[in-house]
């Protein structure tokens, strides 16, 4: 079992910065993918960013390429997202997740691939 809690979120103006975090439990961080997803309110949740187990290899929706970056320290437990350049249809509640499989499948990009989640925190980007 992993247990996940995610910080960092906020309120910013358009063209502005945050960095989550996501601090994981579990002897198994390092071994697992990890991914954030984001859900805005009345849509669906979808994927942003994932890392596999050693940070070697990451994938990002076409959205969000060349503004955002994953990262991951699993001496820390803990996987990143920096936004930079955040624009206000970047609002939403942003979820970390892990995928038991520490290489990407393919699928990385599918919540179903996902074993655990966090409670997500909350992005707003003023414009």
């Known amino acids: 079992q992993v247990h996940m809690g995610e910080s960092g979120g906020g309120l910013v103006q358009a063209g502005g910065s945050l960095r989550l975090s996501c601090a994981a439990s579990?002897?198994?961080?390092?071994?697992?993918?990890m991914g954030w997803f984001r859900q805005a309110p009345g849509k669906e949740r979808e994927f942003v960013a994932a890392?596999?187990?050693?940070?070697?290899?990451?994938y990002y929706v076409d959205s969000v390429k060349g503004r955002f970056t994953i990262s991951r320290d699993n001496a820390k437990d803990t996987v990143y997202l920096q936004m930079n350049s955040l624009k206000p249809e970047d609002t939403a509640v942003y979820y970390c997740?892990?995928?038991?499989?520490?290489?990407?499948?393919?699928?990385?990009?599918?919540?179903?691939?996902?074993?655990?989640w966090g409670q997500g925190t909350q992005v707003t980007v003023s414009s």
């Open positions: 890392i596999n187990w050693s940070g070697a290899s990451t």
């Open positions: 997740a892990a995928n038991r499989r520490p290489y990407f499948s393919g699928r990385q990009y599918d919540p179903y691939e996902y074993d655990y």
């Open positions: 579990g002897r198994t961080f390092s071994t697992y993918t």
